[in-house]
């Protein structure tokens, strides 16, 4: 096939209507709007697909049908590069282009031009793989992607219903089969295999942890980490919760780890399960990020975020790669966006390079790949840790030359099988966290203790121009509008170790407001009174003066 088979296209593109007047914009989730009016969406991310495969010389490229921590009545789309990777970030103006064309012939024109301008060479074969959450829309956009498939002629594997990182665990283990690369098998068995083996390997004559309570979000999660425990058997007890993934409403709701991270409290069905010095995490709707938690001896409540993952899984890597031998043969470092908290940045600054890149997991994956070994963990619960091929190749023809540095390169070794190395994925990093717990011997409150976050407060204000706030070094400070920088400047500095930034929403005309000092309630009236300067400098909706917690 040479050119576009564009009688099919229009065939099927009627099918799929854009109905609805919304602006669709893929960002770094993807598209992600109510599920009612996606169908459109689907069936050009369907072709985009196929074209993408073909660019890349017939890869296989995968998709993924969710909203993650988003509710129930929302869904989206994302795509995953051949690596396992997010889709690169120049056809994500073309994916908001397609998908916003109104009529079936604008559709057609604007993806011709596309082709000609990427130069795709449409005799290529196009490969795909595709998978959803437990949306209930999930299925109806599920047949529109594969209309959407079927137009331009992609060969499609359907995954089911599973997680995104085993999606794009999927995708990588597919495109990287029978090479010396390979990832691992490309099937969920492989994913289970991979992650338990390598977990009863550096568990090894250690303790059997006690009992850990997962929240599973009431999505996807459940039924992919009932299947993980099954693979871990006695080696890791899991008491899992929220698993009623056929319950109405139920995805999201009062639990999961975006309601840990935003409302700082424990979901409320866990009330009378978890006990006092009791270890706990959270997943979200797909299952891609990770919040631990725990009650102390009080009852009072202490969240370890992706901040504390960070701290926890950076310090024992470089403890290893010293017991190792190697650390002056790899350079270790860690990624963070400003949202992490300072006394975590100075916490790690101590012991290795950090580097502070703009939000979004994209910034952070390609900033950690210029590392040997680069950890990045966003203080939501989303990360991961990156091993270079090189680092890899190395580990596996060392020579140690005492005991210790042996069963040094042997974590090493089974700690990149462990984690994958993809995208953050909720259960491989837990495994990780409840590794590295078990080797220290360390429960809650001895992790907690690593360091003290600042207390911090996140706010949003409603504004009329979100696109009037242009930000800097790594978003941590404003250059539009003018002088705004300045006051925030001011207003930190009467605060003990006050910090503060402003950055406008990528999805909603609103700017947000992060605010962190030694008090909560110092964190509190900072936030406010940099919000109110927002609102009063900046242009704030006239309607009313609105500032919300988020």
């Known amino acids: 096939m040479n050119s576009l088979p564009l009688g099919k296209i229009t065939l099927f593109s009627d099918l799929h209507p854009k109905l609805y007047p919304a602006y669709f914009n893929y960002g770094t ?73 109104s009529t079936t012939e604008m559709f057609l024109s604007t993806l011709e031009e ?18 959803r959450d437990t949306r209930p829309s999930g299925p109806a956009l599920v047949a529109a992607l594969e209309d959407g498939f079927a137009a331009i002629g992609a060969e499609a594997r359907n995954a089911g219903i599973t997680t995104t990182p085993i999606l794009h665990y999927l995708v990588k283990a597919i495109n990287t089969k029978g090479t010396e690369e390979c990832f691992g098998d490309d099937s969920e068995h492989g994913y289970f295999t991979k992650l338990s083996e390598a977990f009863k390997k550096l568990l090894l004559g250690k303790p059997t942890p006690s009992p850990l309570v997962i929240d599973c979000a009431n999505g996807v999660g459940a039924p992919i980490a009932a299947k993980l425990a099954q693979y871990l058997a006695a080696s890791m007890p899991m008491l899992l919760t929220n698993t009623a993934i056929d319950n109405p409403g139920a995805l999201n709701n009062l639990c999961g780890a975006d309601y840990i991270k935003t409302t700082q409290k424990i979901p409320p069905s866990l009330m009378t399960v978890l006990q006092p010095g009791q270890r706990a995490c959270s997943l979200d709707g797909d299952a891609d990020r990770l919040m631990y938690y725990y009650l102390d001896s009080r009852g009072q409540y202490h969240m370890l975020d992706g901040d504390k993952i960070a701290a926890l899984v950076a310090s024992f890597i470089v403890e290893l790669v010293k017991a190792a031998g190697l650390e002056n043969r790899i350079k270790i470092g860690v990624v963070q966006t400003a949202y992490a908290n300072g006394s975590s940045t100075k916490y790690l600054s101590t012991r290795l390079p950090v580097k502070c890149v703009s939000t979004g997991v994209k910034h952070l994956h390609h900033a950690a790949e210029h590392y040997d070994v680069g950890i990045y963990f966003e203080a939501n619960g989303h990360g991961t840790v990156l091993f270079s091929q090189q680092i890899q190749n190395i580990l596996s023809g060392c020579q140690p030359s005492t ?47 690593l360091y003290t976050d600042l207390p911090n407060r996140l706010v949003k204000v409603l504004v009329e121009d979100r696109n009037i706030f242009k930000t800097e070094d790594a978003e941590r400070r404003l250059v539009s509008p003018p002088g705004l920088q300045e006051k925030i400047n001011d207003l930190s500095h009467k605060y003990d170790s006050g910090r503060s930034f402003v950055r406008p929403s990528g999805t909603e005309d609103v700017v947000r407001v992060y605010a962190e000092a030694a008090t909560k309630q110092q964190a509190d009236e900072l936030a406010f009174r940099i919000a109110g300067v927002v609102y009063d400098e900046a242009g704030g909706d006239a309607s009313q003066r609105p500032m919300e917690f988020l």
């Open 403 to 449: 005991l210790a540095q042996s069963i040094a390169i042997n974590h090493l070794i089974n700690l990149a099988q462990l984690i994958n190395q993809t995208v953050g994925d909720a259960l491989s990093d837990m495994l990780l966290v409840e590794v590295v717990l078990a080797h220290r011997s360390y429960g809650c409150v001895e992790w907690d203790s």
């Open 114 to 131: 596309f082709v000609e301008a990427e130069k795709i060479d449409l005799s290529k074969p196009a490969r795909v793989v595709y998978a």
């Open 29 to 101: 989730a993807g598209f992600r709007m109510p599920g009612k009016v996606l169908d459109s969406v689907l069936f050009r991310v369907g072709i985009l697909a196929g074209l993408r495969s073909k660019k890349m010389d017939g890869k296989t490229v995968g998709i993924m049908v969710t909203a993650s921590h988003n509710p129930e009545t929302d869904n989206g789309v994302k795509m995953v590069d051949p690596r396992g990777e997010m889709l690169d970030s120049s056809w994500e103006v073309y994916a908001t282009t397609l998908a916003n064309s």
